[in-house]
């Protein structure tokens, strides 16, 4: 029970006061820009875009900048924003295969055509601090290659699934748009385009952690990563004042495509399943996470046994958006005053009942 | 009626103009003669756009995630309406591109503004996008085979 409690004012307009003083720090420490925080810490920005369904890296940079650093927070900010735009409509369908291509790796055929492209990547690097960060200076220019990569590179699993050994993923276009969870609730069963829509805005800890949690054994799906790229990808709409459709620009994004344990039944023969995961910007952890937990989910219409925490849709998909759960978690520190109040009084009547009854029974033995 | 290669055309200006940018837009229409009147008949605005992507890539609709997106709707001194839709919250930005979107349209105005404006803005996109692959190219493994004993 919440009771309007008044009185904070002053108390509250001074605590954000005092935030705004901390926020900017030592003000002798040069303060941060936006287009420092978007060129300089991007990564911290690609997960604020993709966890607040909003891709603008000058929005998220700003969120960053006003929430402090703290990412869900700035998530929590993005997510507010969006809900004072007008929505001009929904983009054609990417063509992750038209990417202009920084990265792209296959775990699973060593010579795919294109060849293994490692990008900007922190894999490999010893994690040892580099104490030479602390310094200011620029960085040598990364060497160019004489002959660059082709415009584009075609996926890995499409290109060499001639044998027909790996499940494909066939459009299916009909009438009816995918469900969209910025209008509709959750509804259960899940299919398929509210869970990818659920999950590609899902916490990358809680993600991360269910996606662990199948490859040591709870709800084990033998997972290959059969392809992650990184880079721009055009975006197309169809404006209702042309009627034709035309590129708004592009954006960053990073895919993972999974290729799991095999299946098979009276009518498919046996075949590699997979799992799909995307993030805005370059996010490969939350890629793969999510093409863990999106094949989990699967077990179901796979016809496996669905008996762990990351195949349970309800479990998963109720408890993945990290601004409702801090939403939720956070409301215990505002005032419960009543509430406890009327706790208070159960417990004191209890206690004296509890008493009363060990009085009397002493008494009875007594006589 | 516009023919299928008018539409095509336009298709091209628009991606193109869409990933300049505003300081290369803004010079152009400086320089444009004689200087261009236009009315704005839908001021720049903006909103989101639902960014649909595909299971598997391939496989059914999904909705991803938004992103901001400006528009601006003006009318040349013809009478030819100019569309911008640009990613991104540069309101000016938009309002140029629907600019050069409608003078783009008219025959007296097109083969120079094609050649100073347009042309550059994909020289410039190509470089970026060459630049990129090349770097990409040279992080490209050559795998070799350690022969063992013998």
């Known amino acids: ?367 | 009626m516009a023919t299928q290669t008018d539409t095509a055309r336009r298709q091209r200006h628009l991606a193109v103009l869409a990933r300049a940018g505003r300081g290369l837009l803004e010079d152009a229409f400086a320089l444009v003669q004689p200087a261009p009147r236009y009315e704005v008949v839908k001021p720049a605005e903006t909103g989101l756009v639902m960014v649909r992507g595909r299971a598997g890539g391939t496989g059914g609709q999904f909705n991803m995630g938004e992103m901001t997106v400006t528009r601006c709707v003006v009318r040349s001194e013809q009478g030819v309406i100019g569309v911008g839709y640009i990613a991104g919250r540069d309101r000016r930005k938009a309002e140029l591109v629907a600019v050069f979107d409608a003078l783009l349209q008219d025959p007296s105005r097109s083969p120079q503004l094609e050649r100073e404006v347009i042309a550059p803005a994909e020289q410039r996109r190509r470089e970026r996008q060459a630049a990129i692959r090349a770097r990409a190219a040279a992080t490209r493994v050559d795998f070799f085979t350690v022969m063992r004993g013998e």
């Open chain 1, 1 to 367: 029970m919440y009771v309007a409690v008044k009185g904070g004012e002053r108390a509250i307009a001074n605590a954000h006061a005092w935030l705004a003083e901390e926020r900017r720090g030592d003000p002798d420490v040069p303060e941060l820009s936006i287009a420092q925080i978007r060129e300089q810490q991007r990564l911290a920005v690609d997960r604020v875009m993709t966890e607040g369904s909003l891709y603008d890296p000058d929005l998220a940079a700003l969120a960053l900048k006003q929430a402090r650093g703290d990412q869900v927070e700035a998530i929590f900010l993005l997510r507010a924003y969006r809900t004072t735009l007008p929505r001009f409509g929904s983009s054609l369908p990417l063509d992750t295969g038209g990417m202009c291509v920084r990265r792209r790796v296959s775990a699973i055929f060593k010579d795919v055509p294109g060849g293994q492209v490692l990008g900007p990547t922190f894999d490999y690097t010893h994690r040892l601090l580099d104490f030479a960060l602390a310094a200011e200076g620029d960085p040598a220019p990364a060497p160019r290659a004489d002959a660059p990569l082709a415009e584009t590179l075609p996926g890995v699993i499409d290109v060499l699934n001639r044998e027909g050994l790996i499940e494909t993923e066939a459009a299916s276009d009909n009438a009816l748009p995918p469900p969209d969870l910025t209008r509709e609730p959750l509804r259960f069963p899940a299919a398929r385009a509210m869970r990818l829509q659920n999950l590609a805005r899902g916490d990358e800890g809680f993600l991360l952690a269910l996606g662990y949690s199948t490859q040591r054994g709870y709800g084990r799906n033998h997972p290959f990563a059969g392809e992650i790229r990184y880079g721009e990808v055009a975006v197309s709409f169809v404006p209702p004042e042309l009627g034709f459709e035309i590129e708004l620009g592009d954006i960053e994004l990073t895919e993972c495509q999974m290729v799991n344990q095999f299946a098979g039944s009276k009518n498919e023969p046996p075949q590699f399943t997979r799992g799909y995961g995307v993030s805005f910007g370059h996010g490969e952890r939350k890629a793969m996470s999510m093409a863990l937990v999106d094949r989990a989910l699967r077990a179901a219409e796979l016809g496996e046994e669905t008996d762990s925490p990351a195949q349970d849709a309800e479990f998963v998909l109720y408890h993945s958006d990290n601004v409702e759960a801090q939403g939720f978690v956070q409301h215990l520190k505002l005032p419960h005053y009543v509430d406890f109040q009327s706790e208070l009084n159960v417990v004191r009547g209890m206690r004296r009942a509890a008493a009363e009854a060990a009085e009397a029974a002493l008494a009875e033995a007594a006589e």
